[in-house]
């Protein structure tokens, strides 16, 4: 029997077909690593971020000195981790007093919220859907009960 020279002709497109399904596959997937990376470490620096302020809300003197410290203690916190603290919001709520928050065994919560952008996104592309990962964060933290004795 005589063969066809089309079967003879196929001679390095296993290669090929592998370079091309590779980079098909491969590109997403690195992307979705890169993105995941990205979004865990956004969340780790909110996690940080709302502890640091709330330890450093309930060591302050007043409550006006605690507000600006947590910021700054936010602020701070999410420069670690490469996020602009300037998107971040900061909610400061108390118990059992929510008027008084530095009262001697009373509670503090912080709570940060920000966006974080996904990589190799342009900006441009922000018009209908946004680009980020909206994370928040909470942590409370008791005032001491010697707070004020001094």
């Known amino acids: 029997?005589?063969?066809?020279?089309?079967?003879?002709?196929e001679d390095g497109s296993a290669a090929l077909e592998f370079i091309t399904a590779?980079?098909?596959?491969?590109?997403?997937?690195?992307?979705?690593?890169?993105?995941v990376a990205a979004?865990?470490?956004?969340?780790?620096a909110v996690e940080g971020a709302s502890r640091q302020a709330a330890r450093v809300f309930v060591q302050a003197p007043t409550t006006v000195i605690a507000q600006s410290r947590a910021r700054t203690a936010v602020d701070f916190a999410l420069a670690d981790f490469g996020v602009s603290g300037g998107s971040a919001s900061v909610r400061v709520s108390c118990s059992p007093h929510p008027a008084e928050c530095l009262t001697r065994r009373g509670f503090v919560t912080v709570t940060v919220t920000a966006r974080i952008a996904l990589p190799l996104a342009p900006p441009a592309l922000n018009v209908k859907t946004p680009l980020t990962v909206p994370l928040?964060?909470?942590?409370?933290?008791?005032?001491?009960?010697?707070?004020g004795a001094g």
Do not use: C, D, K, N
């Open 39 to 44: 979004v865990q470490g956004g969340a780790l």
């Open 1 to 9: 029997m005589l063969q066809s020279r089309h079967f003879h002709s």
């Open 22 to 35: 590779g980079l098909l596959l491969l590109v997403p997937l690195v992307y979705l690593v890169i993105a």
């Open 136 to 147: 928040t964060a909470t942590s409370t933290e008791q005032v001491s009960r010697f707070w």
